[in-house]
Each structure stands twice: as C-alpha cells, then as structure tokens.
Nanobody
C-alpha cells in the first residue's frame, strides 16, 4: 500500500502563491491516480484537483481553474499543486489522496483510500 506525506502549506497574502507537494512511498507510484482535496473549518472536504496515471490527464474544480496547477513526477514519486493568485476562500487544510487504477474524473473522496496527513493553507486578505 502507498503512504502519502503532504507538505508545503503556510500563510500567504491574497494574490500570493504557494506550492504543495505529496510524496509517496510503499507502492508503484505511477500506478496511482492522485487528487488534492481541501477542508475549511465547518465545511465538508471538497475536491480541488486530480491527475490520472498515464497519460497524466488533469481535472480541476471550477473555482481553481486558471489559478492552480497539478502535476506529477513519477521518478520522484511526487505530485505537486502549484497555487497562484490565492484568495481568502482558499484557506483550508489541504490533503492529497491516491487510488490505484484510473480516476476518470472521479471527485468523490470515498473513491480514494489513501490519504496524506494534511497541510494548512491560510490566505489573509
């Protein structure tokens, strides 16, 4: 089974940028589709972005399209989420998640059995 460690969160002003990383171990990383979810206080965990295995097709929630970019480096067993033009409403704990097999634009958190521990992103206005 794959283990995930996500990192890179922090405090940034609105309009700024942050890059998150999700490092995997314990499995053949290229066999896994990977997603980022986020959870703000008092809200449900929501889908943010995902990247499939091969080819690396990407999916985004509408609110982050054009601002966030998900990518993967299979040689480094790592998935990245580059977040630009951040807004206060992007404040949340961000989690990476993985599933073996195809993603096919699956945005349900229940479809991803493997999760990182989460990293806090805070955007001040």
């Amino acid at each position: 089974q794959v283990q995930l460690v996500d990192a890179g969160g922090g405090l940034v002003q609105a309009g700024g940028s942050l890059g998150l990383s999700c490092a995997a171990s314990g499995g053949t990383f290229s066999n896994y589709g990977v997603a980022w979810f986020r959870q703000a206080p008092g809200k449900e965990r929501e889908f943010v972005a995902a990247i499939s295995r091969r080819p690396a097709i990407t999916y985004y929630v509408d609110s982050v399209k054009g601002r966030f970019t998900i990518s993967r480096d299979n040689a480094k067993n790592t998935v990245y989420l580059q977040m630009n033009n951040l807004r206060p409403e992007d404040t949340a704990v961000y989690y990476c998640a993985a599933r073996s097999g195809p993603i096919r634009d699956n945005r349900r958190k229940e479809a991803f059995p493997f999760w990182g521990q989460g990293t806090q992103v805070t955007v001040s206005s």
